[in-house]
């Protein structure tokens, strides 16, 4: 099975580091599509703290 990736974040540097490593972050989790948004209201969240910054997650399973 393959994922899709909802993510968000208000930390400039993080966005622009998920952005940049996009391919490769997709590559290495068998991501089929890693999108930004401006929020995640699930309940099935994971959140990470990345030094200063926090960044938001859902994950799904891809029907592709």
């Known amino acids: 099975n393959r ?7 208000t930390d400039a540097e993080i966005g622009a ?7 490769y972050i997709c590559r ?4 089929d599509e890693m999108v930004a948004v401006g929020e ?3 309940d ?6 990345l030094g200063d910054g926090v960044v938001r997650m859902e994950l799904t399973v891809s029907n592709e």
């Open 44 to 49: 099935d969240v994971r959140e990470f703290q």
């Open 17 to 23: 580091a998920i952005t940049e490593h996009r391919d």
């Open 3 to 9: 994922i899709k990736i909802k993510y968000h974040t």
């Open 28 to 31: 290495e989790t068998l991501c």
């Open 40 to 42: 995640i209201c699930c």
